[in-house]
């Protein structure tokens, strides 16, 4: 039995979860599960950097931009989200 179904507010077990969604292309679950780690965790940076990369593979730059820099106030020397803002900026524009 998985372990979110077994230990439904474990956080990490939600985030590992968004992270295999990912691996296999499969933003829009991935997306939900980031989404509920961070109802768990709110500052969970892994989660809501996976949720602005999922954002963006999904073509939703403003929402991701918005990940991105939640996610950068908790970590701001997280180069990747600092490239991934500019690439959110650059397809808004």
Do not use: W
């Not at 979110?4 to 829009?28: C, D, G, R, S």
């Not at 939900?32 to 989660?47: D, I, R, S, V, Y």
């Amino acid at each position: 039995m998985p372990l979110i179904q077994t230990q439904p507010q474990f956080a990490e077990a939600h985030n590992k979860l968004a992270t295999v969604l990912f691996m296999k292309h499969l933003y829009k679950e991935s997306v939900a599960q980031c989404e509920e780690t961070l109802k768990l965790n709110p500052g969970h940076f892994g989660a809501l950097n996976g949720l602005g990369m999922c954002l963006y593979k999904l073509g939703r730059y403003d929402q991701a931009l918005s990940s991105f820099k939640r996610a950068l106030e908790i970590q701001p020397y997280a180069e990747a989200n600092q490239v991934y803002m500019q690439h959110c900026v650059r397809k808004l524009n």
